[in-house]
């Protein structure tokens, strides 16, 4: 009984938030200012004091300001968004993963005293039709793939527990289009966020995304078209604008998927890149350390103590109200202190690859749990998931959150104690191997890295979920 009054309230709820983008969607930017405030009202009665009145209040002068930027730039967004797909965002990211979805993984983490995470990353295959220069998966081959039952099963007992997104990566989870459209379709109360290298989206393709309203995307690029093709192969370049150029005809909400190496990270944050990719369409973009996974890794692609220390600044900078471009990037590695530190282990996300097996990174290919012996739940409460619920924060500092690239030996300690064993689909790697190619990264970063945060005043967060003995 209290299952089915659940549900209803639920649905009403969704209704009501449903009615309220309605509303939010058919005003002119200049009007909507009422409705902000209503859903931000909304956000407050849903998260408590998760949100605090310094946040709120913020949150409220901002709406109340018609030069905020990113009050402007969220209208941007949905008025160059076809409308079901900005109303399937809205619907699926902002209250049912935001709102209703953190609400309940607040409550799981107490009940299950394990970490639940807000996204799942999996990978329908292990196919690409790309080979790019130090990227493991494309030597992984076309032999694995996760089932349509296997994706659904990870989609459905993910959304029991909270969670409301789910990114998919690979291999090219574009080689399975058909399998993917049908899952967006059977589960339209998540938003499915693909990594992409562009070369598989045509017409077709993107009038069903639009039918669907609940896919965003990711589309892999490295700067200019010299530094991408060299990379990642000779007309990759063409095939992004192109696809790019799809995604704004058709209102498809997407962003970028960069790589920063030695070789590249210049290009990559350079300005006119920048303002090339918002021209675009694109509207916000993840920035990801070159990580030295895998036997046939390219350590020499670890970018430069000075190259890091120039990105924190660069991507900062980009996000500053002084910065004029819609464009909204963030760094998976100099971002910790924003999200609390190291996201993996399912604190905030964990991965499955394309042969079920769960591991506690999409960089960490290490296991001891299989989605087609376990549930999502068994996995989450599993010793190599359970040694990552008790480490975090693996660092005080948060500009080194890594158990492997700022802190290898304490993944080394994870996975000997867990008895987790290699996942990598072509080459198992021991951990003392990956390891020792980031002991001398994670020696001289630390000094860098510890006068920078020193420099810093940092705010304690409303809620951090970390195990109790760590708050």
């Given at each position: 009984?209290a299952?089915?009054?659940?549900?209803?309230?639920?649905k009403?709820?969704?209704a009501?938030?449903?009615?309220l983008?309605?509303t939010?969607?058919k005003?002119?930017s200049?009007?909507?200012?009422?409705?902000?405030?209503?859903?931000?009202d909304?956000?407050?009665?849903?998260?408590?004091k998760?949100?605090?009145?310094?946040?709120?209040?913020?949150?409220?002068?901002?709406?109340?300001?018609?030069?905020?930027?990113?009050?402007r730039?969220?209208?941007?967004?949905?008025?160059?968004?076809?409308?079901h797909?900005?109303?399937?965002?809205?619907?699926?990211?902002g209250?049912e993963?935001f709102?209703?979805?953190?609400?309940?993984?607040?409550?799981?983490?107490e009940?299950?005293?394990?970490?639940?995470p807000?996204?799942?990353?999996?990978?329908?295959?292990?196919?690409?039709?790309m080979h790019?220069?130090?990227?493991?998966?494309?030597?992984?081959?076309?032999?694995?793939?996760?089932?349509?039952?296997?994706?659904?099963?990870?989609v459905?007992?993910?959304?029991?527990?909270g969670?409301?997104?789910?990114?998919?990566?690979?291999?090219?989870?574009?080689?399975?289009?058909?399998?993917?459209?049908?899952?967006?379709?059977?589960?339209?109360?998540?938003?499915?966020?693909?990594?992409?290298?562009?070369?598989?989206?045509d017409?077709?393709?993107c009038?069903?995304v639009?039918?669907?309203?609940?896919i965003?995307?990711?589309?892999?690029?490295?700067g200019t078209?010299?530094t991408?093709?060299s990379?990642?192969?000779?007309?990759?370049y063409?095939?992004?604008?192109?696809a790019?150029?799809?995604?704004?005809?058709y209102?498809?909400?997407?962003?970028?998927?960069?790589?920063?190496?030695?070789?590249?990270?210049?290009?990559?944050?350079?300005?006119?890149?920048?303002?090339?990719?918002?021209?675009?369409?694109?509207?916000?973009?993840?920035?990801?350390?070159?990580?030295?996974?895998?036997?046939?890794?390219?350590?020499?692609?670890?970018?430069?103590?000075?190259q890091?220390?120039?990105?924190?600044?660069?991507?900062?900078?980009?996000?500053?109200?002084?910065?004029?471009?819609?464009?909204y990037?963030?760094?998976?590695?100099?971002?910790?202190?924003?999200?609390g530190?190291?996201?993996?282990?399912?604190?905030?996300?964990?991965?499955?690859?394309?042969?079920?097996?769960?591991?506690?990174c999409?960089f960490?290919?290490?296991?001891?749990?299989?989605?087609h012996?376990?549930?999502?739940?068994?996995?989450?409460?599993?010793?190599?998931?359970?040694?990552?619920?008790?480490g975090?924060?693996?660092?005080?500092?948060?500009?080194?959150?890594?158990?492997?690239?700022?802190?290898?030996?304490i993944?080394?300690?994870m996975?000997?104690?867990?008895?987790?064993?290699?996942?990598?689909?072509?080459?198992p790697?021991?951990?003392?191997?990956l390891?020792?190619?980031?002991?001398?990264?994670?020696?001289?970063?630390?000094?860098?890295?510890?006068?920078?945060?020193?420099?810093?005043?940092?705010?304690k967060?409303?809620?951090t979920?970390?195990?109790?003995?760590?708050?």
């Open positions: 009984m299952n089915i009054v659940k549900e209803i309230s639920h009403a709820e969704r009501a938030v449903s009615a983008i309605d939010l969607l005003e002119r200049k009007d909507r200012e009422k409705t902000y405030e209503k859903i931000l909304l956000a407050k009665r849903f998260y408590g998760g949100i605090s009145d310094e946040a709120y209040e913020k949150a409220a002068k901002g709406i109340k300001d018609p030069n905020n930027r990113w009050i730039f969220i209208d941007k967004v949905l008025d160059e968004s076809d409308p797909v900005a109303k399937m965002a809205l619907l699926n990211l209250f993963a709102l209703n979805g953190t609400k309940t993984i607040r409550k799981n983490r009940i299950y005293n394990c970490n639940i807000w996204l799942i990353l999996f990978d329908p295959t292990s196919a690409c039709n790019c220069v130090g990227c493991w998966s494309g030597t992984y081959g076309h032999k694995h793939n996760l089932s349509f039952e296997d994706m659904d099963k990870i459905t007992q993910g959304k029991e527990l969670a409301h997104l789910y990114m998919l990566t690979g291999g090219e989870p574009l080689v399975r289009k058909a399998d993917v459209l049908k899952l967006a379709e059977k589960h339209n109360d998540v938003e499915f966020s693909i990594y992409t290298n562009s070369t598989l989206i017409d077709d393709f009038k069903e639009v039918r669907l309203g609940n965003t995307f990711q589309l892999s690029i490295e078209p010299e991408n093709d990379r990642r192969g000779e007309g990759h063409e095939a992004v604008m192109k790019m150029d799809l995604m704004k005809k209102g498809i909400i997407f962003g970028t998927s960069i790589c920063y190496t030695r070789a590249n990270i210049e290009a990559v944050t350079d300005e006119a890149f920048i303002r090339m990719l918002a021209d675009k369409g694109a509207r916000f973009g993840f920035y990801f350390h070159y990580m030295p996974v895998g036997n046939n890794a390219a350590p020499e692609l670890l970018p430069t103590l000075e890091r220390k120039y990105m924190i600044e660069k991507i900062r900078s980009y996000r500053s109200s002084d910065c004029d471009i819609p464009f990037p963030m760094d998976f590695q100099n971002d910790g202190e924003f999200v530190g190291c996201i993996a282990g399912g604190r905030n996300y964990f991965h499955i690859n394309s042969a079920g097996d769960a591991e506690p999409v960490i290919h290490y296991s001891n749990c299989n989605i012996d376990h549930s999502i739940l068994e996995i989450l409460q599993s010793p190599l998931f359970m040694a990552y619920h008790h975090q924060p693996f660092n005080e500092n948060h500009l080194r959150p890594c158990p492997m690239l700022e802190n290898p030996e993944l080394k300690k996975v000997h104690e867990t008895g987790a064993h290699s996942t990598d689909l072509e080459s790697e021991t951990v003392e191997h390891c020792a190619k980031c002991e001398n990264y994670a020696a001289e970063w630390k000094p860098e890295a510890d006068a920078i945060w020193a420099s810093e005043t940092h705010k967060p409303a809620y979920n970390y195990e109790k003995r760590a708050q």
